[in-house]
């Protein structure tokens, strides 16, 4: 069965560096995203493309946090620099579709701890 | 802006009993409605989707759910809850026609033997 890829699965940092997170989508989807869940939380969107357009990039912060998907097919979220409040679960998700009645399929996560 | 709102921070239910984990949601027109499913350091899984049709969606491992749209409800059930159903269940909507999924802030589900 198709998976959504990502890594790492856990990522311990210190504020002010940078990190990284990787995500593969199931083949042949064109729409990935990028969630954040706060422990005790649902995810929250932070931003979406569609093959390697951003469609939503608007709860994004964009003085740390960066996102590129530059052939259509797997994608790196970047925050430069990690501050204690983006200690969360950082989730990738595909669907074959724009259409809004597709399902998402997640991945397993990487979850983020800044020290 | 859309809401989906879960009233229940956990549930708790005897494993063989019937179990219902509550949603309601609030959108401007007519929604697709989700239920995922969320095991301890693991992303969401699927478990069903109302879309049009009958207000009653069966998916995934025995679950189903009701969409009731006078009361604005997608409660999630099962007839026979399972020890191992326990976990994080999340109720999501979607506007037709917008991409953006507005995830609830989960329940737990907490089945005893």
């Known amino acids: 069965e198709a998976e959504v890829a990502q890594s790492p699965r856990y990522k311990i940092t210190e504020k002010s560096q940078a990190v990284a997170f990787w995500c593969d989508p199931i083949s042949g989807h064109a729409t990935l995203y990028w969630y954040r869940q706060i422990l005790g939380q649902g995810p929250e969107l932070l931003v979406q493309f569609q093959d390697e357009s951003v469609v939503d990039d608007s709860q994004l912060p964009k003085d740390r946090f960066s996102a590129e998907r530059l052939k259509g097919v797997d994608s790196t979220l970047k925050i430069q620099p990690a501050e204690l409040g983006d200690s969360a679960m950082y989730l990738c998700a595909s669907s074959s579709g724009g259409d809004s009645y597709n399902e998402q399929f997640f991945g397993p996560g990487t979850r983020l701890t800044v020290l | 802006a859309q809401s989906v709102a879960q009233p229940e921070d956990q549930v708790n239910v005897a494993e063989g009993n019937p179990l219902t984990v509550k949603c309601t949601y609030s959108?401007?027109?007519?929604?697709?409605l989700f239920w995922y499913v969320q095991y301890p350091n693991r992303g969401l899984q699927f478990l069903l989707k109302?879309?049009?049709?009958?207000?009653l969606v069966k998916g995934s491992y025995g679950f189903e759910a009701e969409f009731n749209k006078s009361q604005t409800s997608f409660h999630l059930k099962k007839p026979s809850a399972l020890v191992s159903d326990s976990a994080l269940y999340f109720c999501?909507?979607?506007?037709?026609?917008?991409?953006?999924?507005?995830f609830g802030t989960g329940t737990r589900l907490l089945v005893s033997p």
């Open positions: 109302y879309i049009t049709g009958d207000n």
């Open positions: 959108v401007s027109g007519n929604p697709y």
């Open positions: 999501a909507s979607r506007e037709i026609g917008f991409q953006k999924l507005v």
